[in-house]
């Protein structure tokens, strides 16, 4: 079967560096994305990985290995408008999103 | 404001009641999906529609039935519901459905069927 795994949540400090990693078993592999989603409010864009390696964008910057079938998000400098659910996706080989259950991520001051 | 119009943003429905549920993009995607999302647990891609026309429909009870008038517009109409139907219900839209086509949400239709 096709599986994406990541943890339920996590806590991290105000300031501090966080890692969301994402595990996958998919039949194919078409690209792995990333969403933000806060509590409320529609899931929004953050990354795209399709070759492997690191993609930085600002404070967020996205790995992916996919011969190790795994892809991590790495938020720096935490702000308190970080905290949010963070979805992996991956595109397999029919095209369809296949989604992880998100991780919950909470910034403590 | 995310492109993608979802209402209402609040439902409560009984389960002989028969509502709908409106999306609207406003960013020129031709394709436009419906997804379920329920605590804890993955999205769960519901319909497809490409160029305004069914592609995909994953297994979803004959209680929930898609329309796409057109490829700015998609409705959910509920009817005869279940408790177990009460979730955050999410319309998006894309340019494509292939390599590196990035899905946009709506922000989503919560339902809660009593």
């Known amino acids: 079967g096709q599986n994406i795994d990541q943890p339920t949540e996590m806590t991290a400090t105000e300031g501090a560096i966080v890692q969301i990693n994402c595990t996958y078993q998919?039949?194919?592999?078409?690209?792995l994305f990333w969403y933000q989603q806060h509590a409320g409010e529609a899931p929004t864009f953050l990354s795209y990985?399709?070759l492997d390696g690191l993609e930085e964008k600002g404070r967020f910057s996205s790995f992916l290995s996919r011969s190790k079938g795994y892809s991590y998000l790495l938020l720096k400098e935490l702000q308190m408008k970080d905290s949010a659910s963070y979805l992996c996706a991956v595109r397999g080989s029919n095209y369809q999103l296949i989604w992880g259950a998100g991780t919950k991520l909470i910034i403590k001051p | 404001e995310t492109g993608v119009t979802q209402t209402p943003r609040h439902l409560v429905m009984g389960m002989t009641n028969k509502k709908s549920l409106k999306c609207e993009q406003h960013l020129g995607h031709n394709a436009m999906y419906w997804y379920k999302q329920s605590a804890k647990k993955p999205l769960e891609l519901m319909f497809v529609?490409?160029?305004?026309?069914?592609?995909e429909n994953n297994s979803v009870p004959s209680r929930f039935s898609p329309e796409c008038p057109n490829s700015s517009h998609l409705f959910l109409h509920l009817h005869t519901l279940q408790p177990e139907d009460s979730a955050l219900y999410l319309c998006a839209s894309s340019q494509g459905r292939g390599l590196g086509n990035t899905i946009y949400f709506g922000e989503g239709s919560w339902l809660t069927v009593v």
């Open positions: 990985n399709v």
């Open positions: 529609y490409s160029l305004e026309e069914r592609v």
């Open positions: 998919t039949s194919g592999f078409n690209g």
